[in-house]
Structures are given as C-alpha cells and as structure tokens.
C-alpha cells in the first residue's frame, strides 16, 4: 500500500482576474509594481504561467527555441520551410514582447517610496506571507509537489497538458499564443495540482494544516491587493 497523501487540485481555467491592476487608469508605475509582485510569487502556490511561461514556450513552438527576431526567422526557414522573404504576417519575438501593455513590463514597476502607502502596506503583505510560506520545507508543504511522485497518486494526469490551468498573461492580447500552447490542454487536461503532500506518519496532518493556513493567507494578500481600489490609495 502507497503512503496516504493529501492533494490540492485546481478547479478553476484561464485568465486570473487582475482587477485595477488591468484595467483602471492608476499610473503604470503602481499597476507595474502589483503586477510584477503577483507575478514573482503567485506560482509558489497556485498551477499558474506567467508572460516569461509562455514566451519560452512559444519560442520552443514557433522558433525552435530562438529568443530574437534573426535567429527565429533563420529557424523558420530551416526548420520550417518558410520564405525569406515572406515574413510580413510572421510573429517574431519582438512582436510579442512589443504587444506587452506597460503595466506588465517589470522596468516600469514604480519604487517602492514613491508608491502610495495603501499600495505599499498590501505589497509588503504579500511578499511577507510568500516568504512565510517559503519557509516551509516542501516534504511538509501542502502547496508543492514532487514531479516523479504525481504519477504514483495521480496516474490519470500522465496523458494531461504539462501546462498550468490558469495564467496571469492577459489574453486579449495574446489570444493566438495562448490558444496555441494551450491547444494539448484543452484536449486532455492541464495539470491542475496545486500541490501533493505524502504523510507517511499521522502526525504530519498537524504540519500540513499548518501549511494549507499559511498558502492560505498568502492568497488572500494576493486577493486584497488585487481588490485594491486605486481612488483610495
């Protein structure tokens, strides 16, 4: 018999909602430093894919693993079969990158002085309960998983999507990538494991409570700044 485990699994798929931080007409060095915040630490906790996710995998997809414009339309002629001297309507990585709105380039990220003391309080919360839930060693964590142990407990996610559920890349933007990289998940799923716990004795149940709390609280500071309303900070 396998040891008992406990797993937390993601039921929820696509864009995470990003509030303000996307849509209001706060300054860009405020929506900047929120964005840049959730995108550094929200993947401790949550199957999610950033912008930096997905341009690795589109350049693994469309340029053979080519990170500038030469060097992927070299690839696309010699891997694909692409004309020279067609390349009007070809995307290249710096079509992508340029289709990024400012508040999600990190270089625009205000400093921390200059950011209203609403704004800065709910960044410093965030970054506290991720360090918070850091500290805890991953054998004892109820947000992290062993890659080779997956299959030992959840053998049905062998034939899924190595890809996340969920993305902080806004897909107005970037519907075309998305649905490309996304295309293998939607057909058999995604890997939805947010995290996979072994307890090979009771008395790890009391460490893994301790730190479903913590991711909790993590969460619900990343909730909060998300929920922020820009008029009143």
Avoid at 196 to 211: E, H, I, K, N, Y
Wanted: proline content about 7%; some cysteine; glycine content about 6%.
């Amino acid at each position: 018999m396998d040891t008992p485990a406990i797993a937390i699994v993601c039921d929820s798929m696509g864009q995470l909602d990003l509030g303000w931080i996307e849509t209001s007409d706060a300054p860009i060095g405020w929506r900047a430093a929120a964005y840049a915040a959730l995108a550094h630490t929200l993947g401790s906790a949550l199957p999610i894919f950033g912008y930096d996710d997905l341009f690795e995998e589109i350049s693994m997809y469309y340029w053979d693993g080519e990170t500038d414009d030469e060097a992927a339309r070299n690839a696309l002629v010699a891997y694909h079969g692409a004309d020279p001297e067609d390349f009007e309507d070809t995307v290249l990585p710096s079509d992508m990158n340029d289709r990024r709105p400012d508040w999600m380039v990190s270089a625009n990220a205000a400093p921390a002085k200059s950011l209203p003391s609403g704004l800065r309080k709910a960044l410093s919360s965030v970054r506290d309960a991720h360090k918070a839930l850091g500290r805890i060693p991953d054998e004892q964590n109820a947000w992290h998983f062993d890659g080779p142990t997956i299959q030992d407990y959840l053998p049905d996610l062998e034939d899924s999507s190595s890809l996340p559920p969920l993305t902080l890349v806004p897909v107005e933007q970037f519907a075309r990538e998305v649905d490309d990289i996304a295309r293998h998940g939607m057909e058999y799923g995604f890997m939805d494991l947010a995290g996979l716990c072994p307890m090979p004795t009771a008395d790890r149940v009391s460490g893994w409570f301790a730190s479903l709390e913590a991711g909790a609280r993590f969460l619900l500071a990343a909730q909060h700044l998300i929920s922020l309303d820009p008029a009143t900070l």
